[in-house]
């Protein structure tokens, strides 16, 4: 017998295999360019119901209660959510993030729906939610949480009696804080994961990177503003990880 988790995620693998290994760019196009009248677009959603009813098939024959029948009910269920929604997706303004982020998530929540219908339960999903519940969890969420936009305004707030000193640097708009933001994110994972002596990693790694662009400025007021900046994020990153362990798993 197939373990559910091993199925929901044979779903998932077979999913992004038709949606990005098995999709060439040229039907994209046509699917914002015909929509509903786009026959690679039909092709696409019957061939996401030929590999999600594969590996149903597949966990069929190892487990009694799932005959043919229901393996082409969910694999017809599979092709024609898929070609709703990447029909809906069509009419809405092609290349942006937060399209392509909901597309994906319904995509996966229409599988995840029919694996429940499979395995006959919703335990799953109560597990999932007890487990989000636990105060373990809602405390990392809430470091990761702080560790983002939070701490980017504090951080510019305390650096902004000297931002004020600096001329134009010629860098992208709003790029240190999105570096910052993602740095951030490694030391806390590095922290919660006591990988301490990688934060020094991390750490050399940004000071080769800069050291060229800040050698090149000659210009000590950038050097110590990008120091200082670096400093403070990591430091109080570091304290946050650091009291989270003790707190929540007890580990110095």
Same mark, same amino acid.
Request: avoid cysteine.
């Given at each position: @017998? /197939?373990?559910?988790?091993?199925? %929901? *995620?044979? !779903?998932? =693998?077979?999913? +992004? &295999?038709?949606?990005?290994?098995?999709? $060439?760019?040229?039907?994209?196009?046509?699917?914002?360019?015909?929509?509903?009248?786009?026959?690679?677009?039909?092709?696409?959603?019957?061939?996401?119901?030929?590999?999600?009813?594969?590996?149903?098939?597949?966990?069929?024959?190892?487990?009694?209660?799932?005959?043919?029948?229901?393996?082409?009910?969910?694999?017809?269920?599979?092709?024609?959510?898929?070609?709703?929604?990447?029909?809906?997706?069509?009419?809405?303004?092609?290349?942006?993030?937060?399209?392509? @982020? /909901?597309?994906?998530?319904?995509? %996966? *929540?229409? !599988?995840? =729906?029919?694996? +429940? &219908?499979?395995?006959?339960?919703?335990? $799953?999903?109560?597990?999932?939610?007890?487990?989000?519940?636990?105060?373990?969890?809602?405390?990392?969420?809430?470091?990761?949480?702080?560790?983002?936009?939070?701490?980017?305004?504090?951080?510019?707030?305390?650096?902004?009696?000297?931002?004020?000193?600096?001329?134009?640097?010629?860098?992208?708009?709003?790029?240190?804080?999105?570096?910052?933001?993602?740095?951030?994110?490694?030391?806390?994972?590095?922290?919660?994961?006591?990988?301490?002596?990688?934060?020094?990693?991390?750490?050399?790694?940004?000071?080769? *990177?800069?050291?060229?662009?800040?050698?090149? &400025?000659?210009?000590?007021?950038?050097?110590?503003?990008?120091?200082?900046?670096?400093?403070?994020?990591?430091?109080?990153?570091?304290?946050?990880?650091?009291?989270?362990?003790?707190?929540?798993?007890?580990?110095?």
């Amino acid at each position: @017998m /197939i373990q559910p988790e091993s199925l %929901l *995620l044979g !779903l998932w =693998l077979a999913h +992004l &295999a038709a949606d990005f290994l098995l999709q $060439p760019g040229a039907w994209v196009e046509e699917r914002y360019r015909l929509r509903q009248r786009s026959p690679r677009l039909a092709l696409h959603a019957l061939l996401h119901g030929l590999l999600a009813g594969g590996v149903l098939a597949i966990a069929a024959t190892r487990e009694t209660g799932h005959g043919p029948g229901t393996v082409l009910l969910a694999a017809l269920a599979v092709a024609m959510s898929h070609w709703l929604i990447d029909l809906a997706k069509a009419a809405l303004p092609a290349r942006q993030l937060r399209w392509f @982020m /909901i597309d994906q998530a319904l995509h %996966l *929540l229409v !599988l995840a =729906l029919i694996w +429940l &219908a499979w395995i006959g339960s919703t335990r $799953p999903v109560a597990a999932l939610m007890h487990w989000l519940a636990t105060p373990e969890v809602l405390g990392v969420a809430t470091a990761y949480l702080l560790v983002s936009r939070p701490l980017a305004i504090a951080i510019a707030l305390v650096m902004q009696r000297w931002s004020q000193q600096l001329e134009n640097t010629g860098t992208l708009a709003q790029a240190g804080a999105r570096i910052g933001m993602l740095e951030r994110f490694l030391v806390l994972t590095l922290v919660l994961l006591d990988q301490l002596t990688a934060v020094g990693f991390l750490l050399a790694a940004k000071s080769v *990177l800069r050291f060229g662009d800040l050698r090149e &400025a000659q210009d000590r007021k950038l050097t110590e503003y990008v120091l200082l900046g670096t400093l403070l994020s990591v430091s109080t990153t570091l304290a946050l990880g650091l009291l989270l362990r003790l707190v929540l798993f007890g580990q110095p």
